[in-house]
Each structure stands twice: as C-alpha cells, then as structure tokens.
C-alpha cells in the first residue's frame, strides 16, 4: 500500500478583533492557504493558556500558529509579551514531553494582515512537513 | 480528553447550515456536512438552509427553538462579524439566552478560502461545525455587560462627507471634533464650478456646510491636524491628534494678502489648481477657500519675515506643532479619494503638452472667464477619452468610478455654455449615466456633443502629427470606421483612486480592498461599519461615488455612530473573568498583570483568593496564563470549551469520504442531462464553440483559429451564448490581450478533480 502523504494540521489561534479580521479578509479576496488550518478565536491572544496549547498538540496536531495582535490590540499594547511568556512556558513544557518547540509559531497579524496570513500558513506548513507527524514525537514518549 | 463530559449543559443543540446562495454551497457540500453532524451527540435538529439570515430561516428558527425546546443554536455561515447580532435577537425572539449561541464560520474560512479544494473545504467545514456544538453544549447562561460610552465623535476629513456627518452628529446631541490635514476645508468638491443637479459651484456646497457648522456650539474643527496615535476601545476612544500651525493667528485683510504674496519670494505650482497656476508659501486655495485666514507652506517657506512685516501681529512664523488628545466613543472616516493621475505617456500624458485632465479641465474653465485657453492658445476642438484609470481588464482598478462619465459630459455642456464655437468629441467604451444623469447626455447629445466608442483593448491613439494634435480610433458604432479627429485638446476622463491614507490606516487598522478603497463589514448589510467596532466610513474614502451618493452614506455613518454612542452605554460581551476558589491560593500574579484593576485580593470563607471586580473586567483574559493554579478562567473561554473545540478540531472526521463524491456526481450527472438538453438546440457552430471550450478557456480569435471560422461570426455567436449563459467572461485576457471565455457547466473540471481524488 502507498505511503499517505503526510498533510500537518495548524491550529491557529486569532484575537476576535485583529487578527481573525485579517483571516477573514484572506478568505474574502479568495487568498488560498492549506485547508489543514483551524482557526479558535479568543478575545486576546494573551489569554491564551500555555496547557490549551499542549493539550492541541498532544491531540495530534502539529503545530500551533498564534495570530498575536501585536501593538493593535484593543486592550493592551503589550499582550504580544504575554503571550511570549506563555509560548516560552509552553516550550519548557514541550521539552519534557519530547515535543519539537518549533511546533508553536507566534507573529503579529494585524486586521488587515490578509497576506502575510496566508505566507505564514504555507511557511509554517512547509516547516511542519520537514519537522514530520507529531504521532512521531509522541510515540517516542 | 479534557473538553470534559462532566461540564456538559446543554442537551438540545440546534444546527444550521448556510448555503449562502452558493457562496458557501458551491465549494462545501452541505448536505454532507448535515448528515455527519446529524447523528453528533447532542444534536437535536439539523437544517440546511438557502440564506439563513432571511427573514423565512428566522421565522422558522424561532418556531423550532420553541417547539424543539432548543437549548443552544449553531448556526454555520458567514463571518460572526456579519450576523452575530442577528442570530442573537433570533435566539432573544425565541426566549433563548442570546448567548447560548455560536456561529461558525465556514464562508470566509472555509468555503472561499478553500474554493481551490472543495472536498478538503467540506472537511475542515464539518470539523469547525462539530466544535462549535461542543462548545454550544458547554455554554453557560451568560448575562451581557453594560459599558458607559462618550458621546464625542472624532470626524476625519471635512470635505462634505465629514462636514455633513458632523452637522448630522451635532444635531442628534455629540460633541463633534472634526478634523482636517488641510488648512482649508472642502476637499474635492472645492475645486469644482457648477456641479450637476442643480446650479450650485462646488465652492457654495462647501460654503453652505461650512456656516452651518459655525452655528453649531458643539462642532470644533480643526484644520492642519491628522490623527496620530489611537488607544482604548469603541465607547471611549483615546485619540492623540497632532496639530499643524498656520502661522497666521490673526484676521488678514485681502489687501494685505495680496500685499504679502506679491512680496512673498517662494513660487511653486499650485496642487489646488492641479498645477495650471503658481502659488506663494503664504497662500490660500481660492478667494473662497474657507476658513477664510490664509496659511504659511513652512515646507517651502524660507522664513524671510516680509509677509509678517505687512500683516503687522497676524503672522507668526514661529508657532510650534501641538498634540491635542480628545476621548470620543466612536470615529467617522471621510477622507474622500484621490483623482487617479495617468501614467507619463498614457494617451500622451506628460509628454503632449494638450493633453490635460478632467480635474485640470474643471479649474481650466474656473480659471478662464471668456475665452478657453490653453498654453496661449484658444481652444475650439476638444476630445475626451473616458475611463481612463477606471474599468481597466485587471490590476487594482477594474471597478467603474461611476461620477466620471456625468462629470465628463457637464464639463461638455459647461463648456459649450461659457464658450462659444467649442465642438466636443467623446471617446467612450459605453456611458454609463446611470439614474437621473441619463438627462445629461440626452442634452449633450441633442446640442451636438459627438459620442464615439471604441473597443476594450482597442484604445484610441493620442499621436502629434505635423505638429497637430490627432486622435484616432476605430468607432464600433460605424463599423469600426477609423476616424481620426484634430483636436485642440485631450482631456483624459480620469476616475477615482483611494486616497493614500498610510499614516491613518496604520493607526485606526481599517481594512482594505483589493482596490485600495476603505472595506465596509457587508456591502449590503452593514455598508458603513468596519470591523473594527466604533468605526465607521462615509464618502468616497468606501468606494468611488459622486455628490448625492457621498453625503447619502455619510450620513448613514453618522446615524450609526449616534446609535452607538448616544444612550450612555453600550453593551459588552459578558466574558468576565471567573475565580476557582478552591485551586486559588493567592499568589498576586493576576492582579499585577490586570492593568484594569479588575482582580483585587479577596477574602472567601477565610480563605484569601483573588476577586474580580466585574465592572472593571474587559474580558481580555490576561490574567489566565498567569495563574500557576490554573484557577482562572474567562466565560465564553473555558477550558472545557476549548479543549473540546481542540478535540474536535484534532479528530479525524468519521464521515464518507466517497459518499461525498457520489453526491456530487450524482448532481453532475444531473447537471449533465440538463446540459445536454440546453446545448441540443443550439446550431452547430455554436455546438462547435461549446466543444472548443471544453478543454480551457479561450479567447475569440483562439475559438475561431480551432473550428476554422470568421472571428466576426465567432463574435456574435459567442456573444449569444454568453447572453443566454452557456459560456461566461473568465475576467482574465491572455498574451496576446484578448478576453477568454469559459463554459458555465463545470462538468469538466468536476470530473478531473474527482478522478484525482478518487
């Protein structure tokens, strides 16, 4: 039997006011990205928790992009640092686990950021098929 | 998994799934996604629905709300930014918790950002439906947030867009700060003479506007000042405004104007006049320009102080920029379009001396009382090309600029009203005086303006010959006659482009279209909101637009921004942070991270934990990650929630991959006959153009080359199959600049990309 081609799948997680605009905005002008991308809208990327990202990643999914506001963000200018302490914590985590910390990507997207969307997908799923299946990591557990 | 069974409260989810006529329907097969999700836990009814948003889905929502006793609703559709509020009142309507509803949107983020794959389309569209039931089954009952709003809006340019919003938003009870780049107001409409209906210039609209604001208390306009930084949220926005001097800080006679200018030693073309005339560094538009106190260009003013010594007090040259920051609860944009400037050497441009501009044209016969003159000469022939910069085949400006062919054919009477022994040529590729303006070129016509078409692709040439200026052409309405007319001049019928607003688009993050042009959230729905919650556009800042149309969506801007800020409050998503006060031991971290002193330390059963003070909780969630006890969590963003939206996401979808692709070869095969029966009563040279378009798209003379026939009859049969929609425009020319048609049946494509999947 031939081999599956090995498709990643990217959780993306978006702020409902930045950066999920700039997401809509690709679909809107027919701006083609991987359909493997899944989008979970959360009000501030800063909210987002260190073990939502391991709990996607431990699920099988291969890598997490997150869509930050940057300095655009409604309710503060510095949630981009927030997140970084998140993402770094949520590294340290990966280690342990024997997880690749390539696997989670952040970059500002602003609501208007429609292109530099969709290059981050295609970059970021060009990495993760490099990288492989996260099955291989978590197996190696 | 930890989208926990335990947290589930919701039994009897409701699903809607939107064709959206096709916009969805075409690339993601919703019936597929129907039948997976039909069996989900929890699911108690499922519907695939036309528009959802009609008011028959609404209706009929309602009825199964009440009659299925639903205790949350799904709807998969287009964007939330578009319809959450209106399935909100649905589920109102139907005595459901308006927050026991989630929409999913598998139009912009599936269906058209996938229209490439439609079978992968309709995957990930069934994966985001399932997670926006698990979601649904954990909602809570939430209770909505009341915020207290500013009534103040900052109103961004004032041309007659802006100005009338803000006397709009004056009159409805907001204090207005209107704001301008330009020493001057008016904009556009400030360098036009008379403009059509009526018999007012231009100058008297804006002069008009501009008393009208004087009378009102609560209108402060500023000019010279530009929007420089933005922070806070729609209800009350912190806007800093940068503030350009004048220089001129006292009244200035026209004496002493003029004194002053013909002193002053600084020349440069003058923009308002599109460069025809010369302007000083002390300057105003026009003796009409308003305010009426000139102002010092200090970028090219060389400070010698002349204009001061005659203007004795009124004149001070070393006035210093000021930053001035106002709160407002929302913000109207209006900052009206650029004039589209033709390449050097389109049409002769730059290059042919007599080659001018609509907009030049405008000022020409402002500038010129008796005779018309151009570079000392006096003009009798003139001919104008239109949809220059405008309808073009492809790039950023296909769209039509919708004012240029009424303004071309006014200037046209204009000109044959002021002047006499002017004859005018109109160059087109089709009028379009659309409404009432059709009277305009029913005048023009009947006082002897000479209409002339050409074809797309097939531009008139602008060429100097002996010294003479000639335009030729191949005329479609004589047969493509070749005419050649001697003109005087050329005026190139320019359209509308957006204005560059980089520094305000930066700061307020309004998105754009592909054509540059501000983005309304929904073009019908909601034309003068954009997503960013506060703002608001008018004018041509949107979309191309003339007088009428301009102050008609301007006031809409206005009216939206009045409902929104005008009660007092607005009401804010109620995604409050929560406290888990068993796993909290107060370490402090969430309330050195809330900069909104929103978690305050708390005493609980003698326990001391962190306490969340819900009128101060904007709902960011910032605190969250913070908590090394995992004890805070935000509603609407539970870990539950989540991780069962991950769940869902991360599963492989239990559905019938093949079934998927028999239905829609079932529907080909339909389509098939249909088509079969459609193109049986075709003769057989159209039957043969069918043929030809089965492989690719292909151009006319392609067509005509492969079934070995006269490229005029492949014309005209093309042209009726295309009105009775067998074939289609593909939108794209190919190398040799011709347009490509396609077939309108799909089964060819259907077929190959089916193969491949199979």
């Known amino acids: 039997m031939a081999d599956v081609q090995f498709v990643p799948k990217i959780l993306v997680f978006s702020s409902e006011r930045i950066s999920d605009p700039a997401i809509d905005l690709a679909g809107l002008l027919k701006k083609h990205y991987p359909p493997s991308v899944y989008n979970i809208t959360v009000p501030c990327t800063s909210s987002i928790k260190p073990r939502w990202i391991l709990h996607a990643l431990k699920r099988g999914i291969d890598g997490v992009f997150i869509a930050s506001d940057g300095t655009d963000c409604a309710y503060r200018s510095d949630c981009s640092d927030i997140t970084s302490v998140t993402i770094k914590s949520a590294q340290e985590a990966m280690k342990i686990e024997g997880i690749n910390v390539a696997r989670i990507k952040m970059a500002a997207i602003c609501s208007v950021c429609a292109d530099p969307f969709v290059s981050h997908m295609k970059a970021f799923m060009n990495s993760l098929t490099e990288m492989g299946s996260i099955q291989n990591e978590l197996r190696t557990e | ?758």
């Open chain 2, 1 to 758: 998994m930890n989208g926990t069974k335990e947290d589930i409260r919701k039994h009897r989810v409701g699903v809607y799934i939107c064709h959206c006529g096709g916009n969805i329907s075409d690339y993601v097969n919703v019936e597929a996604v129907k039948n997976v999700i039909n069996d989900h836990p929890g699911v108690s009814l499922v519907k695939t629905t036309m528009f959802t948003c009609s008011d028959a889905s609404q209706i009929s929502m309602v009825e199964d709300i009440k009659e299925k006793n639903l205790d949350a609703i799904v709807v998969a559709s287009c964007s939330p930014k578009l319809h959450l509020m209106t399935f909100r009142d649905v589920a109102r309507r139907a005595g459901l918790n308006p927050y026991n509803y989630i929409q999913v949107n598998i139009r912009e983020q599936s269906s058209w950002a996938h229209s490439d794959k439609p079978a992968e389309a309709t995957r990930k569209a069934i994966k985001l439906v399932i997670a926006g039931i698990e979601k649904a089954r954990r909602f809570r009952d939430l209770k909505s947030i009341e915020m207290e709003t500013v009534n103040t809006s900052v109103v961004v340019g004032a041309g007659i867009s802006g100005m009338r919003a803000s006397i709009e938003l004056a009159d409805m009870g907001t204090q207005v700060y209107l704001i301008e780049r330009d020493h001057f107001i008016g904009g556009h409409v400030a360098q036009l003479g008379k403009v059509f209906q009526g018999n007012s210039t231009g100058n008297e609209i804006v002069g008009k506007l501009f008393r009208e604001i004087k009378k009102r208390s609560n209108i402060t306009l500023f000019t010279g000042t530009q929007i420089a930084g933005m922070k806070g949220n729609v209800g009350n926005f912190e806007i800093v405004i940068n503030v350009e001097p004048r220089y001129v800080k006292g009244d200035v006679s026209e004496k002493e104007f003029m004194d002053s200018i013909n002193v002053c030693p600084v020349s440069l073309p003058d923009e308002f006049n599109f460069g025809l005339t010369e302007r000083k560094a002390l300057y105003k538009h026009n003796q009409n320009s308003l305010p009426g106190r000139p102002a010092v260009d200090m970028s090219v003013c060389n400070r010698c102080g002349k204009c001061a010594d005659i203007c004795i007090g009124s004149i001070d040259l070393d006035q210093k920029p000021e930053k001035i920051s106002v709160n407002a609860g929302a913000i109207l944009v209006n900052t009206g379009y650029d004039a589209y400037e033709p390449m050097k050497s389109e049409f002769g441009y730059g290059e042919i001396k007599e080659v001018i501009t609509l907009q030049q044209l405008e000022r020409l016969i402002e500038l010129n009382p008796d005779d018309l003159v151009w570079k000392n000469r006096k003009i009798r022939n003139i001919a104008f090309i239109y949809c220059v910069g405008s309808r073009q085949p492809s790039g950023e400006r296909t769209y039509c600029s919708r004012y240029c062919c009424t303004a071309a054919i006014h200037a046209s009477l204009k000109l044959c009203d002021k002047y006499s022994d002017i004859k005018t040529f109109h160059l087109h590729k089709g009028i379009r005086t659309y409404g009432k303006q059709e009277v305009l070129y029913d005048e023009a016509s009947r006082k002897g303006n000479i209409f002339l078409q050409f074809e797309e692709g097939k531009n008139p040439v602008v060429q100097m010959s002996n010294e003479k200026l000639e335009v030729r052409l191949n005329d479609i309405l004589t047969e493509n006659m070749e005419i050649v007319i001697n003109s005087d001049l050329v005026v190139l019928v320019t359209g509308m482009v957006a204005r560059n607003n980089d520094s305000l688009k930066q700061v307020l993050k309004i998105p754009q279209g592909s054509d540059k042009f501000f983005n309304e959230i929904h073009p019908k729905l909601r034309p003068v909101e954009t997503v960013m919650d506060g703002i608001f556009i008018g004018g041509a800042c949107q979309s191309p637009r003339n007088i009428t149309e301009t102050m008609t969506s301007s006031l809409a801007a206005a009216a939206k921004a009045s409902s929104l800020i005008s009660k007092g409050t607005i009401t804010l998503e109620p995604n409050l942070a929560i406290i888990d006060k068993e796993k909290c031991t107060w370490c402090g971290k969430c309330e050195e991270i809330c900069t909104f002193g929103a978690v305050v330390k708390a005493l609980s059963e003698g326990k001391t934990i962190a306490g969340i003070v819900n009128a101060a909780c904007k709902g960011c969630g910032a605190c969250l990650p913070s908590c090394h006890e995992d004890a805070i969590e935000l509603l609407g963003y539970t870990n539950s929630e989540i991780e069962s939206m991950i769940d869902a996401i991360s599963e492989e979808v239990v559905f019938k991959e093949q079934n998927v692709a028999d239905e829609q070869k079932s529907g080909i095969k339909k389509q098939d006959a249909e088509w079969d029966l459609k193109v049986e009563k075709l003769d057989d040279n159209s039957k043969k153009i069918l043929k030809a378009l089965e492989t690719e798209p292909k151009s006319i003379p392609e067509i005509a080359a492969e079934i070995s026939l006269p490229s005029k009859e492949v014309t005209y049969l093309l042209m009726s199959l295309r009105k009775y929609g067998y074939v289609s425009d593909t939108n794209f020319i190919n190398e040799d600049e011709y347009y490509t048609y396609a077939l309108n049946h799909s089964v060819v494509h259907q077929e190959l990309l089916y193969a491949k999947n199979d």
